[in-house]
């Protein structure tokens, strides 16, 4: 019988795409995967150390796993990505029933490290993707693909430098070989992954570097693939090529997440973020003439050290110049070892409570706004599943809300245009047109 993975995703897309890798080369050597780490002879979890509840988490998660593993003591337990790569052989310190610790540049090594336990933090120079097995077939009509991974940034808050490394990009050649195999087991839709995913200059297979535009055009000539994204972006590498892309590439999504952190300029400068609030907005100014009907996202963190209550209104200020379509707030979590941690004087909790939602009712009616505005319109939606009621399909739309219809499951997979009748606060409801 064939051994069982059991494997968790916490934190960005990135770890889910991991996630899928690593299941690949496990598969590779045997294992299949289940949904029930009950049935496991094999836990991966695959971490995020982002904020400090993200990596409590785990812990949390690995004192369950604890029990399981004193019933079955040949239980493996294995921790990965950001947590692993930070905290290293304390993991094992602090929870003993860990097997092994891997970091996220060290996955295409798991076969070993399950063998032998062990931790594996190095940031070796070979490509692990291309010593990796590739991730078993999948039926959603949606994948992610990472082309860059890495961080050169520091902004003064985050972990991600430290946690993922430097700044790399996978080869162009390599992306156009794997976006086709996905194409070929019925992928429709790609999101491209990278920390600074508009910061890619990967090698193209013409000796130049590619900037991700020359990508994103390499990738809509694959037939079979319908819809291209990417995230997440630093709005310093936003290149004129990237925006008249938005402008050219029919396959390219209407739909950009762009994170400004915040709206005070003071704050984005102790952030380190190396531009100001109104360089943001112009550079939207920019991109809405490149596409006049893209949606903007964004990360917002409140409570920075020194935040002022008018620093926060300025906050809210530019959700007010923007109207982001959706957007993602949180409130300031210090990280060992970050510049901010010891710096400036920290916001008490329950300010930072209060701008949060603040900040949230801000979003959320922009949010509402955006989604009410579909009413009426017939929208090109890719069509994902059966969705809870009978006769009913989901999908979702070029803004990633959820559309449900009346269809049968032999849409899977396809763009259909669905006129939309009515708008709840968390999906659109409609019917297919024509
Ligand atoms: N590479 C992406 C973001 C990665 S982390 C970018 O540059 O935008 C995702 C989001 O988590 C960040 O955009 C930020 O809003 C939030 N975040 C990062 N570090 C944080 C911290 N220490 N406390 C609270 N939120 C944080
Ligand atoms: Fe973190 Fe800033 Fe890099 Fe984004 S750009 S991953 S927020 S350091
Ligand atoms: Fe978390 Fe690491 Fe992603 S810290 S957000 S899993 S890059």
């Given at each position: 019988?064939a051994r069982?993975?059991?494997?968790?995703?916490?934190?960005?897309?990135?770890?889910?795409y991991?996630?899928?890798?690593?299941?690949?080369?496990?598969?590779?050597?045997g294992?299949?995967?289940?949904?029930?780490?009950?049935?496991?002879?094999?836990?991966?979890?695959n971490?995020?150390?982002?904020?400090?509840?993200?990596?409590?988490?785990?812990?949390?998660?690995?004192?369950?796993?604890?029990?399981?593993?004193?019933?079955?003591?040949?239980?493996?337990?294995?921790?990965?990505?950001?947590?692993?790569?930070?905290?290293?052989?304390?993991?094992?310190?602090?929870?003993?029933?860990?097997?092994?610790?891997?970091?996220?540049?060290?996955?295409?090594?798991?076969?070993?490290?399950?063998?032998?336990?062990?931790?594996?933090?190095?940031?070796?120079?070979?490509?692990?993707?291309?010593?990796?097995?590739?991730?078993?077939?999948?039926?959603?009509?949606?994948?992610?693909?990472?082309?860059?991974?890495?961080?050169?940034?520091?902004?003064?808050?985050?972990?991600?430098?430290?946690?993922?490394?430097?700044?790399?990009?996978?080869?162009?050649?390599?992306?156009?070989?794997?976006?086709?195999?996905?194409?070929?087991?019925?992928?429709?839709?790609?999101?491209?992954?990278?920390?600074?995913?508009?910061?890619?200059?990967?090698?193209?297979?013409?000796?130049a570097?590619?900037?991700?535009?020359?990508?994103?055009?390499?990738?809509?000539?694959?037939e079979?693939?319908a819809?291209?994204?990417?995230?997440?972006?630093?709005?310093?590498?936003?290149?004129?090529?990237?925006?008249?892309?938005?402008?050219?590439?029919?396959?390219?999504?209407?739909?950009?997440?762009?994170p400004v952190?915040?709206?005070?300029?003071?704050?984005?400068k102790?952030?380190?973020?190396?531009?100001?609030?109104?360089?943001?907005?112009?550079?939207?100014?920019?991109?809405?003439?490149?596409?006049?009907?893209?949606?903007?996202?964004?990360?917002?963190?409140?409570?920075?050290?020194?935040?002022?209550?008018?620093?926060?209104?300025?906050?809210?200020?530019?959700?007010?110049?923007?109207r982001?379509?959706?957007?993602?707030?949180?409130?300031?979590?210090?990280?060992?070892g970050?510049?901010?941690?010891?710096?400036?004087e920290q916001?008490?909790?329950?300010?930072?409570?209060?701008?949060?939602?603040?900040?949230?009712?801000?979003?959320?009616?922009?949010?509402?706004?955006?989604?009410?505005?579909?009413?009426?319109?017939?929208l090109?939606?890719?069509?994902?599943?059966?969705?809870?009621?009978?006769?009913?399909?989901?999908?979702?739309?070029?803004?990633?809300?959820?559309?449900?219809?009346d269809?049968?499951?032999?849409?899977?997979?396809?763009?259909?245009?669905?006129?939309?009748?009515?708008?709840?606060?968390?999906?659109?409801?409609?019917?297919?047109a024509?």
């Amino acid at each position: 019988m064939a051994r069982k993975l059991f494997v968790k995703a916490y934190g960005c897309q990135m770890n889910v795409y991991d996630a899928e890798r690593m299941a690949g080369v496990m598969a590779a050597e045997g294992y299949e995967q289940t949904d029930r780490p009950e049935d496991a002879d094999l836990v991966l979890l695959n971490t995020c150390h982002i904020r400090e509840k993200a990596a409590e988490k785990v812990y949390s998660e690995l004192g369950r796993l604890k029990k399981l593993k004193d019933a079955r003591p040949d239980l493996k337990i294995g921790v990965a990505g950001c947590v692993a790569q930070a905290e290293g052989a304390e993991i094992q310190t602090r929870q003993p029933a860990v097997d092994f610790v891997v970091g996220p540049q060290a996955y295409h090594r798991l076969p070993k490290l399950v063998r032998d336990g062990g931790v594996d933090t190095e940031f070796p120079v070979e490509d692990k993707f291309a010593a990796m097995a590739p991730a078993p077939r999948r039926r959603a009509p949606s994948a992610f693909l990472t082309v860059q991974e890495g961080c050169d940034k520091f902004c003064a808050f985050c972990v991600v430098p430290y946690t993922r490394g430097a700044e790399v990009s996978r080869p162009a050649a390599r992306l156009i070989d794997e976006a086709k195999a996905l194409a070929d087991q019925g992928v429709r839709e790609i999101t491209l992954l990278g920390q600074n995913v508009n910061a890619y200059h990967g090698a193209g297979p013409d000796g130049a570097d590619w900037t991700l535009a020359r990508l994103l055009e390499a990738l809509s000539e694959i037939e079979g693939i319908a819809r291209l994204r990417y995230t997440t972006s630093h709005p310093n590498d936003m290149g004129e090529d990237l925006i008249e892309a938005h402008a050219g590439l029919e396959k390219l999504m209407p739909y950009l997440h762009l994170p400004v952190q915040s709206g005070s300029d003071r704050i984005l400068k102790a952030m380190n973020r190396r531009h100001t609030a109104d360089a943001y907005l112009r550079l939207i100014e920019r991109i809405r003439a490149a596409r006049p009907d893209i949606a903007l996202s964004g990360d917002f963190i409140v409570g920075f050290p020194g935040e002022t209550e008018a620093d926060f209104q300025a906050t809210l200020d530019i959700c007010e110049a923007v109207r982001y379509g959706s957007a993602y707030s949180f409130k300031y979590s210090s990280r060992p070892g970050t510049p901010a941690a010891g710096a400036g004087e920290q916001v008490a909790e329950d300010v930072k409570s209060e701008r949060l939602s603040r900040l949230q009712a801000r979003i959320e009616a922009d949010q509402r706004a955006f989604q009410v505005s579909m009413a009426g319109r017939v929208l090109p939606v890719l069509v994902e599943k059966a969705g809870r009621m009978p006769g009913q399909m989901v999908g979702k739309s070029p803004w990633l809300h959820a559309v449900h219809f009346d269809a049968g499951p032999e849409l899977a997979g396809q763009v259909a245009q669905v006129e939309i009748l009515e708008s709840a606060p968390n999906s659109l409801s409609g019917r297919l047109a024509g």
